[in-house]
Nanobody, 121 residues
Framework: QVQLVESGGGLVQAGTSLRLSCVFS????????MGWFRQAPGKEREFVAG????????TYADAVKDRFTISRDGAKNTLYLQMNSLKPEDTAVYFC??????????????WGQGTQVTVSS
């Protein structure tokens, strides 16, 4: 059974920062790349960032490149997303999930509750 618990969201002003966390458990994640996804109101869920199993490779959506940084702590089974220079268009519910780096698709059907990020202008 997979458990994914996201946290760290909030209501912030444009230009500020947030750090999201995702704790994953209940099933082996060994060898899996992990990713962040987001879903804005009325839109489909989209890929945001991914990081390889050992953290040596990362990839970002163009919309967040140079503003967001993904990282992971293997010992804690925790994934992070440092979000800087936030924009109103970053407003969405953010989720984590194992990801296939080659095509940026999520691997598991199970999703957590997500964490809401709201950026005011």
């Amino acid at each position: 059974q997979v458990q994914l618990v996201e946290s760290g969201g909030g209501l912030v002003q444009a230009g500020t920062s947030l750090r999201l966390s995702c704790v994953f458990s209940g099933r082996t994640f060994s060898g899996l790349a992990m990713g962040w996804f987001r879903q804005a109101p009325g839109k489909e869920r989209e890929f945001v960032a991914g990081i390889s199993w050992l953290g040596g490779a990362t990839t970002y959506a163009d919309a967040v490149k140079d503003r967001f940084t993904i990282s992971r702590d293997g010992a804690k089974n925790t994934l992070y997303l440092q979000m800087n220079s936030l924009k109103p268009e970053d407003t969405a519910v953010y989720f984590c999930n194992p990801v296939r780096m080659s095509n940026r698709q999520s691997l598991y059907d199970t999703w957590g509750q997500g964490t809401q990020v709201t950026v005011s202008s």
